[in-house]
């Protein structure tokens, strides 16, 4: 069975700190990791994929297989950059299908 | 970018009577769209997986005659939950895709519809 882990539900740090959101999963085979994000009172989007290995809005998200997890990081977070932010995980399956984790608030402070 | 529309945003039914929502992918053509569930404060719960042509593919614990899902089109795709009932009231999203291979799990999502079941 696959599955994806936030273990923080709220995350606040101050405008140009740094900010890690974590996230692990559990999948036997290659996963396709995706960090999704959720604005206020917009839509859910996609922000980054793991296999494009881009840097978006100043996110970048390493997959590392070793420790199963794929943390997304931004060096100086801004205001701008609170939301909800949701990391999936597509086991392959012929549709994409995706897992989501629980989601982390972030919360950026002035 | 490509664009996901549902009907109605929100919706408040009495118990027992049968409600349906829309999906429509407005610029692209989806062959397969995603149906999830989303209760206060949590994650989206994935209910189905919905094929133009082809029915639809229910996640374990989800009731397939409850939650009667039907892709007519490769820009439409319908969830009516039938007989509904209090603990049906949630948020209901859909997504949709046309991406295969490297891309797979790249969907659009829609705005999503509350539904209040009284």
């Known amino acids: 069975a696959q599955r994806v882990t936030q273990p923080e539900k709220l995350l606040s740090v101050f405008k140009g700190a740094p900010v890690e959101l974590k996230c692990n999963y559990s999948?036997?085979?290659?996963?396709?990791l995706f960090w999704y994000v959720q604005y206020s009172r917009q839509r859910l989007q996609l922000l980054l994929r793991?296999?494009s290995r881009e840097s978006i809005k100043g996110f970048t998200a390493d997959l590392n297989k070793g420790e199963t997890s794929f943390h997304l990081k931004k060096p100086f977070a801004q205001e701008e950059d609170s939301a909800m932010y949701y990391c999936?995980?597509?086991?392959?399956?012929?549709?994409?299908?995706?897992?989501f984790g629980q989601g982390t608030i972030l919360t950026v402070h002035p | 970018g490509a664009v996901v529309s549902q009907h109605p945003s929100w919706v408040i039914c009495k118990s027992g009577t049968s409600v349906k929502i829309e999906c429509r992918s407005l610029?692209?053509?989806?062959?397969?769209m995603f149906w999830y569930r989303q209760f206060p404060k949590q994650s989206l719960m994935l209910m189905a997986t919905?094929?133009?042509?082809?029915?639809?593919?229910?996640e374990q614990g989800v009731e397939k005659d409850k939650f009667l899902i039907n892709h007519a089109s490769l820009t439409l795709s319908t969830l009516t939950v039938t007989s509904a009932h209090p603990e049906d009231s949630s948020f209901y999203i859909c997504?949709?895709?046309?991406?295969?291979?490297?891309?797979?799990?790249?969907?659009?999502f829609g705005p999503g519809t509350r539904l209040t079941v009284t």
């Open positions: 997504s949709a895709s046309s991406f295969r291979g490297s891309r797979l799990g790249e969907q659009y």
């Open positions: 999948y036997s085979g290659s996963p396709e």
């Open positions: 793991h296999i």
């Open positions: 999936a995980l597509s086991g392959g399956t012929s549709y994409g299908k995706l897992t």
């Open positions: 610029d692209f053509q989806a062959t397969t």
């Open positions: 919905s094929n133009e042509g082809s029915k639809a593919t229910y």
